[in-house]
């Protein structure tokens, strides 16, 4: 209900813009209003009634029966608008149990159990090769920081960062260097 209550606030917004838009003689109210694409449907339900579809036939049929009257004797009434006997429809369904099967075991069983399997073999070969290049990472950014037989000094990432921020302003820019 809250949703539907702020699509109608916003429609009433859009509305009374393009009123204001109108009356004042902007541009924008000569442009035809701009149009959302619609947001696909992604739930899963809608994906596999599309894949059983070919596979699940229905058949209509009408059949003409003659109506019977009150007595019982098999006469063919006559009913306002209908004429001499009624119409009955009927459906025929045949599925394809097979491809119907397979497509349900696919799609809720095996594609499942691979995707879980590939994350979790992702997660056990991924996170130690991460991790190393992680602390790869910070001991270059570090580096020449803690030595010992130098002075302090910044390390490479730091001192990176640092020219490459100061070459961005005013003050590091290139009439600084010229003085």
């Known amino acids: 209900m809250a949703q539907r209550e702020q699509l109608a606030s916003t429609a009433r917004f859009l509305q009374y813009r393009q009123q204001y838009l109108e009356k004042s003689g902007h541009r924008e109210a000569a442009l035809p209003p701009r149009r959302m694409p619609a947001v696909p449907d992604l739930r899963f339900e ?25 007595k019982g004797k098999g006469k063919a009434a006559e009913l306002p608008g209908e004429g001499d006997g009624s119409e009955v429809t009927t459906e025929v369904i045949t599925v394809q149990w097979g491809r119907v099967t397979w497509i349900t075991t696919r799609d809720q069983i095996i594609s499942p159990l691979l995707q879980g399997a590939l994350r ?38 730091v001192g990176w960062l640092r020219n490459w921020i100061g070459s961005l302003t005013v003050a590091g820019g290139p009439t600084a260097r010229m003085s």
Request: no cysteine; aromatic share 12%.
């Open 120 to 157: 979790g073999l992702a997660g056990v070969f991924l996170t130690p090769l991460l991790f190393d290049a992680g602390a790869k990472f910070r001991a270059w950014w570090a580096k020449g920081a803690y030595r010992l037989d130098r002075p302090a000094q910044e390390g490479h990432g």
């Open 46 to 70: 809608q994906s596999y009634l599309a894949s059983i579809k070919p596979y699940v036939h229905i058949e209509r049929s009408v059949v003409e029966q003659p109506v019977v009257d009150e």
